[in-house]
């Protein structure tokens, strides 16, 4: 499978905490995305990470890439309870046309 | 959710009927999509369309075809809907090509009985 796989599965940290997922992939990627899930709604996406780039930040976000060990790093700083969701990676490859695929994610629950 | 829209939110139908869900955008974005969310699988794609009339399959596209007559709308059609297909179901866009953002719609819940 090419499939973007997260680690861990779940995580429950204090509020105030920073909050690390993680995701491995198989093969040669474009670029890979981290979105939010927030229960019973759409995914919503957080920030986009290109395959020559090996850091990005966007607010308390911050994503890591490296592509020698295939694979990415979502950081979360300073955690709030508003921050419980899912988090999903996405990875993006090109193999005769672009394709998408996202991970089973990670249920990160943030306690006050 | 950036102009997007799905109906219904909520159905539950019987195993061999056909079921037609519909994905309505107003950002006038050349890509959709169709996925399907089940626990420990992620988000799995069904199909997409890149361009009026123009669709293609994604990884589980057996048992669901597609249509696009507008930019603006995608419907997704169970043509006999099996408990298997029991899912939430969403639509997404992306304006460019297809290793761009995507955006999503609110999802819709679908019971096969």
């Known amino acids: 499978s090419q499939q973007g796989e997260e680690d861990p599965q779940a995580l429950s940290i204090q509020e105030g905490e920073n909050a690390t997922m993680n995701c491995s992939y198989k093969t040669s990627i474009n670029n890979l995305q981290w979105y939010r899930q927030n229960s019973g709604r759409g995914l919503v996406h957080l920030i986009l990470?290109?395959?020559?780039?090996r850091e990005k930040h966007s607010g308390r976000l911050r994503v890591t890439l490296d592509t020698s060990k295939k694979s990415s790093s979502l950081l979360i700083t300073a955690s709030r309870a508003a921050d419980t969701a899912s988090y999903f990676c996405?990875?993006?490859?090109?193999?005769?046309?672009?394709?998408?695929?996202f991970g089973a994610g990670t249920r990160l629950f943030v306690k006050a | 959710d950036a102009g997007i829209t799905q109906s219904p939110r909520h159905k539950v139908t019987e195993t061999g009927t056909p079921v037609t869900l519909r994905c309505h955008q107003t950002e006038n974005h050349r890509y959709m999509y169709w996925y399907r969310q089940d626990p420990g699988h992620g988000l799995r794609l069904i199909h997409y369309s890149y361009g009026v009339k123009d669709t293609d399959k994604g990884e589980v596209s057996d048992g669901y075809s597609v249509s696009r007559s507008k930019t603006e709308d995608f419907l997704l059609t169970l043509e006999s809907a099996t408990s298997s297909q029991t899912s939430v179901y969403f639509c997404a866009i992306s304006s460019g090509r297809r290793q761009e953002t995507q955006y999503f719609g609110p999802g819709t819940r679908l019971l096969v009985l």
């Open positions: 990470i290109r395959s020559n780039e």
């Open positions: 996405a990875t993006v490859f090109n193999t005769g046309g672009f394709k998408t695929i």
